[in-house]
């Protein structure tokens, strides 16, 4: 064999190599923790668990082995920003899965895989760039989703808001539906935070400039968002090379606060628990929760 030859053979290997391992990644799930100084002086932590992506199917059993297992961080505030399916016979399974934070206050939006489901791809594609939506939809039961994941008390937030309380604190909740897919209305949600609640969140799937700029020029105490996977496949210490988003890359996943002339909020991009079931592979980006221990401002 000659050197070209060789060179191929160890290309191959590196690259079976690579995937076996991105296989593997995308089932080593885990929990971050966060800490986050918003709450009114004087008051003690709140903690707000953070999940999304989890597209779900029936076969993935380490994976609802974990969305189960939730309800041991013992959070006082649950949300969730989107894609928790990714076919009609997920949808009562992901709801009883998280079945055990029934009664803790929340909000949930959707993504655009809770209402259609995924389609096969390219799995090269998704670095190509932005993603485009489905042409042809195949529709999904969202609204049995819906009402299966409000059983608890949990508000639905597309382009809706609402109040819970949370561990005697008031937190108001305001949401877009999906800005990839362009149902986001945040006009209809819209004005200055509440200045008789102790907390201001808002909620949104996949986390476009418009949406955050509103949000953040609206006072708001905390956003949280999903919907980029976290990049899914990045390079070495969680370096994204796309996030399917029009935000910069640096803001794919995890805690930043977000800019828009004088004003800011924290925002929160969760890199989620699941991926498509035809790409079902992450690279230096393990699914994820999140547990925000919010605190009081100094």
């Known amino acids: 064999m000659g050197w070209f030859g060789r060179l191929l053979g160890v290309g191959a290997s590196l690259g079976v190599g690579i995937a076996a391992g991105a ?17 009114p002086a004087g008051q003690d932590e709140l903690r707000v668990l953070h999940f999304s992506d989890i ?37 009562d399974l992901v709801a009883d899965l998280l079945s055990g ?53 949990w508000l639905f937030l597309d382009n809706r808001s609402g109040r819970v309380e949370a561990d005697g604190r008031i937190v108001e909740l305001r949401g877009t539906a999906d800005a990839h897919t362009g149902l986001d209305e945040y006009h209809l949600v819209a004005g200055p935070r509440a200045a008789d609640a102790d907390l201001s969140i808002g909620v949104t799937h996949a986390p476009y400039r418009r949406v955050l700029d509103a949000m953040a020029d609206d006072g708001l105490d905390l956003v949280l968002a999903g919907h980029t996977h976290g990049g899914q496949v990045c ?22 606060t977000w800019h828009h002339g004088e004003h800011s909020v924290p925002l929160h991009v969760s890199a989620g628990i699941g991926t498509s079931p035809f790409v079902p592979l992450r690279l230096f980006c393990r699914p994820e929760v999140t547990l925000l221990h919010l605190t009081a401002r100094a």
């Open 101 to 153: 934070l029934r009664g803790i206050p929340g909000g949930f939006v959707f993504g655009s895989n809770d209402f259609s489901k995924p389609v096969p791809r390219n799995p090269f594609s998704y670095l190509a760039g932005n993603s485009t939506p489905q042409k042809h939809p195949r529709p999904l039961p969202w609204q049995r989703l819906q009402e299966r994941l409000s059983e608890g008390g």
């Open 23 to 39: 296989w593997v990644e995308a089932r080593a799930f885990v929990v971050r923790e966060a800490h986050l100084p918003v709450l």
């Open 55 to 91: 597209h779900l199917m029936g076969y993935q059993q380490r994976k609802q082995g974990f969305v189960a297992g939730l309800v041991d961080l013992h959070p006082d505030l649950v949300i969730g920003t989107g894609d928790y399916i990714s076919s009609a016979g997920s949808v």
């Open 235 to 256: 390079l070495p210490v969680n370096r994204a090379l796309v996030n399917n988003s029009d935000i910069p890359l640096e803001y794919t996943s995890g805690l930043n």
